[in-house]
């Protein structure tokens, strides 16, 4: 997996990422502190020519320098349980529902690292995995939180509530943001951008939530959404620096 520019190949270097191979341009006279770093662990580094670099891009955005990595290693859904119960926390976790929009998951994957979310879970099918375009976008956020990629959403939701954790399901049709309790283990489940959370799976959900909306424009993107109410978990949670 390629992982292009200066913040996400930082963040990639202070994480677990394996990387095998740094591509640097020779003309690139501000990055010795990451080659220094890339030193430290013994990467291999390749200067090459800025031509060479466009190349290689996929975001053609790689500020002069591009990372070869592992690809991306996702936890599971005990794991996250895991992070909360270390922490002595309440759970929450986010579910996305058929998400496919790589800019989108990586905007909710930064939300979700600001906020403290322990992890998101996402499906194997109709949906955008963690590659070069997320990790960007993302700003390093996926480096530092668990990504679980499950079969099937629903049987993910059923086997949380098993578990006694509290399933919200955003919605413009539901009980307002404020009017919720989110003090409890909670997932929240986000739905594609388009269609929003399919109904078989808003009906497994315990309860909907909505954001009151006051203008002419009646719909949020999934990513501002997913902020909105990650804070107000945050707010309700009584939760400080």
């Known amino acids: 997996m390629k992982i292009e520019g200066r913040n996400p190949i930082t963040e990639a270097l202070d994480s677990d990422i394996k990387i095998s191979r740094l591509y640097v341009s020779k003309t690139a006279h501000d990055l010795q502190p990451l080659i220094d ?67 989108n998951l990586g905007s909710i994957i930064r939300v979700a690292e600001c906020a403290g979310a ?22 390093g956020a996926a480096n530092h939180v668990k990504v679980a990629m499950v079969g099937n959403i629903n049987d993910t939701i ?35 951008e388009g269609e929003g959370v399919k109904s078989l799976t808003a009906k497994l959900c315990d309860h909907v939530v909505s954001i009151p909306q006051f203008g002419k424009v009646n719909s949020l993107n999934a990513s501002v959404a997913c902020g909105i109410i990650c804070y107000e978990v945050i707010r309700q949670r009584g939760k400080r620096v």
């Open 37 to 103: 770093k890339a030193k430290s662990k013994k990467i291999r580094i390749d200067f090459v020519d800025r031509a060479f670099l466009d190349k290689t891009s996929e975001s053609k955005r790689h500020q002069g320098i591009i990372a070869i990595s592992e690809e991306y290693g996702y936890s599971t859904i005990e794991d996250i349980q895991s992070l909360a119960k270390a922490k002595g926390e309440k759970l929450f976790v986010l579910i996305l529902d058929s998400i496919e929009d790589p800019h």
């Open 158 to 192: 059923r086997k949380l509530k098993d578990d006694f954790v509290n399933v919200y399901c955003a919605d413009m049709q539901g009980t307002t943001l404020y009017d919720c309790h989110f003090d409890e283990d909670v997932a929240i489940v986000i739905g594609n």
């Open 118 to 139: 322990h992890g998101i879970i996402i499906p194997s099918r109709r949906s955008a995995s963690v590659n070069a375009t997320v990790l960007r976008t993302s700003a």
